[in-house]
């Protein structure tokens, strides 16, 4: 029997040396069923909130109207089973970022749907790593960013990993013929616009 976990209106600042929200999972201990709604979390450290399966995958987190700062990696989720969900994220680089992170970083899931991301004042480092990533990911916006998404995982001609009926990419990083969204339909990704 899972028990439904949930938490509004936190506001949680770690610090310099913590994550401000951590999942750590183990053969024993693992959270699932956790929903997450007009959060904030905060840390001076690299990254705020982080989800991992290390071995047990957490699984069915759903974060609505969160808002994510950290140095490096605001969020980060991987391994994790069932679904995830994300709806309107925003994700603050404080100092601008830290070279060799990404902002929004999960793969190996196994299901994600993001629709609403945001991320906030990043200069260095990478701002999607979405490397083995299995999902849906639309309205992903920038701001005050210069940043662009890992290569292996930006899916410029045709999004690089595996979608789910029903599933969404709008191009993370449009070309200079413009815009491309992506559904996937049959086992592939089939360009919609």
Not at 85 to 102: A, F, P, Q
Request: hydrophobic letters at 35%.
């Amino acid at each position: 029997m899972s028990v439904v976990q949930q938490s509004t209106g936190a506001r949680v600042n770690a610090g310099e040396t913590a994550r401000a929200l951590y999942s750590p999972n183990d053969d024993i201990h693992y959270v699932n069923e956790v929903r997450i709604s007009d959060c904030e979390f905060a840390t001076g450290y690299i990254t705020a909130v982080e989800v991992s399966a290390s071995p047990t995958p957490a699984a069915n987190w759903s974060f609505s109207n969160v808002t994510c700062t950290a140095r490096g990696t605001p969020f980060q989720a991987y391994q994790f089973g069932g679904q995830m969900t994300i709806k309107g994220m925003r994700l603050v680089l404080s100092d601008g970022g830290t070279e060799g992170y990404s902002a929004f970083r999960c793969y190996g899931a196994g299901a994600m749907i993001v629709d609403g991301l945001t991320i906030a004042g990043q200069r260095v480092g990478t701002t999607l790593d979405t490397r083995r990533f299995v999902g849906s990911l639309i309205n992903v916006r920038s701001e005050n960013s210069t940043t662009r998404p890992l290569s292996a995982s930006e899916g410029t001609s045709r999004p690089t990993f595996k979608g789910f009926p029903g599933a969404r990419i709008q191009n993370l990083t449009p070309e200079a013929d413009g815009y491309h969204e992506w559904q996937w339909q049959g086992g592939t990704w089939v360009e919609s616009r």
